[in-house]
C-alpha cells in the first residue's frame, strides 16, 4: 500500500512559478515509478511527468510536450518525496494536479497513460490568472 499526500497548489499570475510536493509513504518498496497528473473540468486526465525513484539510483524523467522546459520534475534526498517544479506558468496549465504512483519501473512507452498507476492522491488546484 502507497499513500500519496500532495501539496503547494495555489494561484499565480501569468509567467509565475509553484513548487508542487508529493510526499509518499513507500514502506518497503525499493523501486517505483511516481508522477504528476492534471485534469480541468470536462477533460480526461493527462499525464504531465514521471520519475523513476529507486532507493539505489533512480531518476529518469519523461514530461508531456507542453511542459519540457518550463517543469522539472525530481526527488527528494529521502527518495519518499517527488517535486514538480512548475515555470513559465500559463493559462492552459490550470487544473486539479494528482501525485500518481505505481510499484516497480516505469513503463515509458505508455506512462502517460492513467490506467497504469494503482495509487493517486487526492489532488492540489493549480490556478493561472492572465
Known amino acids: 500500500q502507497v499513500q500519496l499526500v500532495e501539496s503547494g497548489g495555489g494561484s499565480v499570475q501569468a509567467g509565475g512559478s509553484l513548487r508542487l510536493s508529493c510526499v509518499a509513504s513507500r514502506y518497503a518498496l525499493s523501486s517505483i515509478c511516481m508522477g504528476w497528473f492534471r485534469q480541468t473540468p470536462g477533460k480526461e486526465r493527462e499525464g504531465v511527468a514521471i520519475?523513476?525513484?529507486?532507493?539505489?539510483?533512480?531518476?529518469?524523467?519523461r514530461y508531456t510536450e507542453a511542459v519540457k522546459g518550463r517543469f522539472t520534475i525530481s526527488q527528494g534526498n529521502d527518495k519518499n518525496t517527488v517535486y514538480l517544479q512548475m515555470n513559465r506558468l500559463k493559462p492552459e496549465d490550470i487544473g486539479m494536479y494528482y501525485c500518481?504512483?505505481?510499484?516497480?519501473?516505469?513503463?515509458?512507452?505508455?506512462?502517460?497513460?492513467?490506467?497504469?498507476?494503482?495509487?493517486w492522491g487526492q489532488g492540489t488546484q493549480v490556478t493561472v490568472t492572465s
Open positions: 500518481v504512483a505505481v510499484p516497480g519501473i516505469c513503463r515509458w512507452g505508455s506512462w502517460s497513460d492513467a490506467r497504469y498507476y494503482s495509487y
Open positions: 520519475i523513476h525513484s529507486d532507493l539505489s539510483s533512480g531518476g529518469t524523467t
